[in-house]
């Protein structure tokens, strides 16, 4: 069982897709297993963080420090683009997390949110593949 979902997110822009997540796992029909959530393009990234104001900021912050966007990147000979940062900031991060559910539900942490980033230089609508996975 595949899905898609498409998330319109600004620069950095950071959204909580596990409602989305868990309404695809409990209308799979399956008690347990486990859920692939995958962005598509290598500009964009999943992954779970406690999904308040404050890390909003601070995450995109702390990401500029390690993939700063001026900097000087090689791909930016390669193609002419401007997004040689977001493209070393979406590998570190990954384009995919799996999430173990039971009962219908997600197994997260109480402050755990799904979420996917934009790392892109422009606004894009992110594109989400939701899979199940069947437990044995
Ligand atoms: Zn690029």
Same mark, same amino acid.
């Given at each position: 069982?595949?899905k ?10 950071i ?7 868990? =309404?695809?796992? $409990?209308?799979? @029909?399956?008690?347990? !297993?486990a859920?692939l &959530?995958?962005n ?5 990234? +999943? ?16 990401m ?6 001026g900097?000087?990147? =090689?791909?930016? $000979?390669?193609? @002419?683009?401007?997004? !040689?940062?977001?493209? &070393? ?7 995919? +997390? ?15 949110q799904?979420?996917?980033v934009n790392f ?7 594109k ?9």
């Amino acid at each position: 069982m595949i899905k898609e979902i498409v998330v319109e997110l600004d620069v950095n822009g950071i959204a909580d897709i596990t409602k989305e997540v868990e =309404e695809f796992v $409990k209308n799979c @029909g399956l008690n347990e !297993g486990a859920v692939l &959530v995958f962005n598509v393009g290598s500009t964009g990234a +999943i992954t779970t963080i406690e999904y308040e104001p404050g890390l909003k900021k601070d995450f995109p912050r702390i990401m500029e420090k390690i993939a700063p966007y001026g900097d000087n990147y =090689e791909h930016h $000979k390669t193609w @002419g683009d401007d997004n !040689g940062s977001s493209h &070393v900031k979406a590998a570190i991060i990954g384009p995919s +997390i799996v999430v173990p559910f039971r009962n219908g539900k997600l197994l997260l942490g109480t402050w755990q949110q799904i979420v996917v980033v934009n790392f892109d230089t422009k606004r894009r609508n992110r594109k989400v593949i939701l899979q199940i996975l069947k437990s044995i």
